[in-house]
């Protein structure tokens, strides 16, 4: 079995539940209400950029020149495929440039950019890479399955399309044969620690959606616990 195979062996269970979540359910009817759905989109352009700054840390300390090509050339794509999607949307949802700038970056949002950019710029090339892959595979599969699902004349197919395309597809192909390549000249030590911020990745893109969902800003001060809480894994 190869080393990506494993991560998803792995992440079953988790895989499985960001597929049935309420978010993706709706979007797939149709029938998620357009302001989470706007409020998803304005977090999710600002994470992009994020995203495109880790995936260029990346490429800077790739190997190979091969693996510094791929990593830009998804940066470039991320900023001008994705967040281009994401600019149509806004202008259709009437989200200003103004209105875009200052919206503060809700907490989910800032903790997976912080946690990408974090095990980039401080952990192994290999370590690094491989929180990046759930950005790619797991929008993918979600994709995929909306794009099965979804109703004719669904307000949301440029977004379903985007993700289920082949082009998409191509990208996350390429990245799951650069990241099999990368753990085999790994160490067991670095393979582990590649398994564990792939897990907390997948966990990132839950609590994102879990977040759009709910419209959530920032944890108050004066919030009760959350029973939801689940127990610390190393990272
Ligand atoms: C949060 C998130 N994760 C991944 C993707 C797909 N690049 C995205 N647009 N947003």
Same mark, same amino acid.
């Not at 995936?55 to 190979?64: E, Y």
């Given at each position: 079995m190869s080393f990506t195979q494993q991560l998803r062996r792995d992440t079953a269970q988790l895989r499985q539940q960001i !597929?049935?979540?309420? /978010?993706?359910?709706?979007?797939?009817? *149709?029938?998620?209400?357009?302001?989470v759905f706007r409020g998803y989109i304005v977090q999710d352009a600002h994470y992009l950029e994020g995203f495109a700054r880790a995936?260029?840390?990346?490429?800077?300390?790739?190997?190979?020149a091969d693996a510094v090509a791929q990593l830009a050339g998804s940066a470039i794509k991320a900023i001008s495929v994705e967040r281009g999607l994401h600019g149509e949307y806004m202008a259709q949802f009437g989200v200003s440039?103004?209105?875009?700038?200052?919206t503060e970056i809700s907490e989910a949002c800032d903790h997976y950019v912080s946690f990408l950019l974090r095990m980039v710029a401080t952990d192994d090339f290999a370590?690094?890479?491989?929180? !990046?892959?759930?950005? /790619?595979?797991?929008?993918?599969?979600? *994709?995929?399955?909306?794009?099965?699902?979804?109703?004719p004349g669904n307000r949301y197919q440029a977004w379903i399309d985007t993700y289920a395309s082949?082009?998409?597809?191509?990208g996350v192909q390429r990245m799951l044969e650069l990241i099999d390549r990368t753990a085999a000249a790994s160490s067991d030590?670095?393979?582990?620690?590649?398994?564990r911020s792939f897990a907390r990745s997948c966990w990132h893109?839950?609590?994102?959606?879990?977040?759009?969902?709910?419209?959530r800003g920032w944890l108050a001060p004066d919030a009760e616990p959350s029973a939801k809480r689940m127990p610390a894994i190393a990272e």
């Open positions: !597929l049935d979540m309420p /978010f993706n359910r709706d979007l797939a009817a *149709g029938t998620l209400p357009q302001e995936l260029a840390m990346a490429a800077a300390k790739a190997p190979d440039a103004e209105e875009y700038e200052a370590v690094g890479l491989t929180a !990046l892959l759930p950005c /790619f595979w797991i929008y993918h599969e979600v *994709g995929q399955k909306i794009a099965a699902e979804a109703v082949e082009d998409f597809a191509d030590a670095t393979r582990a620690r590649m398994q893109e839950w609590h994102f959606w879990d977040s759009a969902y709910h419209m």
